[in-house]
């Protein structure tokens, strides 16, 4: 062979439209950053408030644009080898996800906004760098020193989400999930109260996910071995190209990448930092992740699963197989015993994952439009039971403990039913969205799983028994027990909190009633682009 | 092909490579564990340079042993030279099933390398093209052009972390200024009106053959007074005892002394 001469410059083929959800969001983020900058520090909550409102609905109103702009974009297709070489595919899974994403994270924002009468976030503490417990902080507080920071943070962690389902390479997955995460490992530190426990889960959050984050970057390393490329659509084809057998690289990168997004999903067994740091980590910013992160990880597995490592499902499903009866049973199984509401959703979080594990392992078309439905419903949900767990408050914290909840329906019927409600969500009893979301995942799984979906449902099935015990269990002690002490008192929130729980609960209602518009719009964005 | 002197430099380079790693997991000091991981760092940065990337090689040594090792030894001066991990197992076995994993790992690395083929042609194509590359475009237009024609998403996008960095930097270790300074004279002040050490702090020891701020003055019974040095260096147990100077002081005394008698 003689030397090549070599191309050309060749510029990268951009698609501005499909990408304006991505970029309104970052460029907002950015302009926060520069409030930060130069507005003075009474006007800020508002200001950055608006701008992340304003612009997670103007995303949306992008989103709905860039439906008819779907194609790969960033990169180019190589002229000599006819590789098509582009960092992201927005196709119907991308934008599903990039719609939810922004919606919830409308709603998510909306409630770490809440002020209750103060001057800054209520769940935010006024001075992240002084020392808890401290003269420093009391005085920050006095002063007025507020942390509106976490807008423009929340903003670039949304950023991250939409783009961890729409990246069409390894290199940029691991992009995303950094742009994800840092952001999220700053917030959960930022607590006003109990600041030792929340400053402990970020650190905690912080150490496990770099070193998920090594893992997965390694898992690419060994990819990018096996293969000779960092593309989706090279590393699928070079899997079908290539003799069947048993490579070491193939299998042991997969399953580095999957620990990678495994962690960010709370799949056990790694799952070990999720009640920690759902229980440190302040209210609304647990609620914001349990939905937008868990929606976004599972987006990059279905895409990891579907189109950069789908011919060699066989060589990796087995291990995820064990991964989503490990996280169902123990997520289920751990519930039970939690005394702490946060713990409780946090280990109830574990256990969906598993139930959506369920449906990605399905290997069909439903199986992606089920898992899209499934981590929309529980969002919206999460998101307002968190909300409703910001606002039942005892000596001014919030009263997390169970026993605190005890009573609570009869001095406060609307919270304690709609928690009930939501908590009837979680247990997929019908009439609600959670019942339509498991009963698409295992619909999906019977369907197309073969013998281990089968297995897989009957052992899912088992385990959501087990977990309407535990929400069966918190209803009984709000409406059949009598309160403790009467110091456990309900704030009274305000119009963007109450906005927020009110749509949550209402989507999840309205999925349970309703469900086949969404049903319909997810079963349509079920296909992935290559 | 390898020509001799490419294979001289790795065999001198390779070893001490491994050298350098070694010395980052086994050394007991933490500057030490550092300067392994520089000497490995630089030596990755010469492979490069041998490989034909200069650009790698040079950008290699001035931000992974340049900047990201001055912020290593940063750290390490933060959290004090002398402060050591406990070496205490905490969680049972953890070393064992570690060392089990590495030999795995190392199995399969050694394992899938060994499998590789090398074809003579498939290489001289591959180094042809190398050449072509570099004498067309140069090394740095060749990246350049990568990133910003590819890779221009992911590029672009580090930037969203590098922010989200520095925010989180200020968010969780800038304090601000909510009581403004004191100045030399509100001090001064203040000392007065509580009607302690008006005069300000003793100064350290003075003596005829010894003078620095790590030893104590002496008080008139001659007990070290404790505020003449500073609580920084009676922390770090960084005082200097007094005995010795107080025995000289007594020498010449008697010496004066003994003059005056004869």
């Excluded at chain 1, 969906?352 to 949900?381: I, N, P």
């Amino acid at each position: 062979m003689t030397a090549v001469a070599p191309a050309a410059f060749q510029q990268a083929n951009i698609d501005y439209l499909a990408v304006l959800p991505l970029l309104i969001v970052f460029g907002a983020a950015l302009v926060g950053v520069l409030v930060e900058a130069f507005v003075p520090r009474e006007r800020r909550h508002t200001i950055q408030l608006t701008i992340s409102v304003a612009s997670l609905v103007l995303a949306f109103v992008a989103i709905l644009f860039a439906t008819k702009h779907q194609g790969l974009t960033f990169g180019y297709t190589d002229g000599a080898t006819s590789r098509r070489l582009f960092a992201l595919a927005i196709d119907g899974p991308a934008l599903f996800m990039q719609g939810a994403l922004v919606l919830m994270g409308v709603l998510g924002i909306l409630i770490m906004a809440e002020r209750f009468g103060g001057v800054g976030s209520d769940a935010f503490t006024a001075s992240g760098a002084s020392t808890p417990g401290s003269p420093i902080e009391a005085a920050s507080a006095r002063a007025g020193l507020i942390t509106s920071e976490v807008f423009p943070l929340t903003l670039f962690a949304i950023g991250g989400m939409m783009l961890f389902p729409t990246v069409n390479d390894l290199i940029g997955m691991f992009i995303a999930l950094e742009v994800l995460s840092l952001p999220l490992y700053i917030l959960s530190g930022l607590a006003r109260r109990r600041r030792l426990l929340s400053q402990e889960a970020s650190l905690k959050y912080f150490l496990l996910g770099a070193f998920s984050s090594a893992f997965f970057l390694f898992g690419t390393a060994l990819l990018y071995g096996y293969a000779g490329s960092v593309y989706f659509g090279d590393l699928s084809k070079a899997v079908s190209d290539t003799s069947l057998g048993l490579n070491g690289l193939l299998v042991a990168g997969a399953f580095l990448v999957f620990v990678g997004l495994l962690f960010k999903v709370g799949a056990v067994p790694f799952h070990a930092w999720t009640p920690d740091v759902y229980q440190g980590a302040p209210t609304p910013v647990t609620g914001f992740m349990a939905a937008c992160t868990k929606a976004a990880a599972f987006g990059a597995i279905l895409r990891l699963a579907y189109v950069g490592l789908d011919t060699a499902s066989w060589q990796w499903q087995n291990a995820v197989i064990i991964v989503a009866v490990l996280t169902m049973i123990v997520g289920a199984v751990l519930s039970v015993t939690q005394t702490d509401m946060k713990r409780l959703l946090a280990y109830s979080s574990i256990a969906h994952a598993g139930f959506v594990l369920v449906g990605v392992l399905a290997f069909d078309q439903r199986g992606v439009s089920s898992v899209l439905f499934y981590v929309v419903a529980y969002g919206f949900s999460i998101i307002a039971a968190f909300g409703l767990v910001t606002l039942v408050r005892q000596d001014g914290g919030e009263a997390t403990h169970l026993s605190q909840w005890a009573g609570l329906g009869k001095s406060h019927p609307v919270i304690a039913g709609t928690m009930a409600f939501l908590m009837l969500a979680f247990a997929g009893i019908p009439l609600t969205s959670g019942f339509v979301a498991k009963f698409a995942v295992f619909a999906a799984a019977i369907g197309t799983g073969g013998a281990t979906g089968t297995v897989l449902v009957v052992i899912g099935a088992v385990c959501s028994a087990i977990t309407v015990f535990v929400y069966a269990r918190v209803i009984v002690l709000m409406f059949f027990s009598e309160p403790a002490d009467d110091t456990v008192e309900v704030l009274v929130p305000s119009v963007g909190t109450t906005f927020a729980i009110a749509i949550g609960t209402l989507i999840t209602f309205a999925l349970g009633v309703v469900p086949s518009s969404l049903l319909d719009l997810a079963d349509r964005a079920s296909q992935f682009v290559r | 092909m390898t020509s001799t002197a490419e294979a001289v430099a790795f065999w001198i380079l390779g070893p001490l490579a491994v050298l350098g790693a070694l010395g980052l997991i086994f050394a007991r000091k933490a500057v030490h564990a550092a300067l392994g991981m520089a000497l490995t760092m630089v030596t990755l940065g010469v492979f490069y340079l041998i490989e034909k990337a200069d650009f790698l090689g040079v950008i290699q040594i001035f931000v992974y042993t340049g900047a990201v090792m001055m912020i290593f030894l940063f750290v390490i001066m933060l959290v004090g030279v002398d402060s050591s991990d406990s070496l205490l197992e905490t969680i049972k076995g953890q070393r064992w099933w570690s060392f089990i994993f590495v030999i795995g790992l190392a199995g399969l690395l050694i394992f899938t390398l060994g499998q590789v083929t090398f074809d003579a042609k498939t290489v001289q194509a591959g180094m042809d093209r190398l050449v072509a590359n570099n004498n067309a475009t140069g090394n740095v237009t060749g990246i350049a052009e990568k990133i910003f024609g590819q890779y221009v998403w992911a590029f672009e996008v580090t930037s969203a972390l590098l922010i989200t960095a520095a925010l989180g930097a200020m968010v969780l270790a800038h304090r601000e200024r909510i009581v403004p300074k004191r100045t030399q004279a509100e001090w001064a002040a203040r000392r007065v009106k509580e009607n302690q050490d008006v005069a300000g702090l003793p100064a350290p020891g003075v003596y005829a053959r010894h003078n620095a701020v790590d030893t104590p003055a002496l008080l008139p019974d001659g007990r070290p007074a404790a505020k003449s040095v500073s609580r920084v260096l009676v922390a770090r147990d960084q005082v200097a005892r007094t005995d010795g100077y107080r025995d000289v002081e007594r020498y010449i005394e008697r010496e004066i002394e003994e003059g005056r008698q004869k």
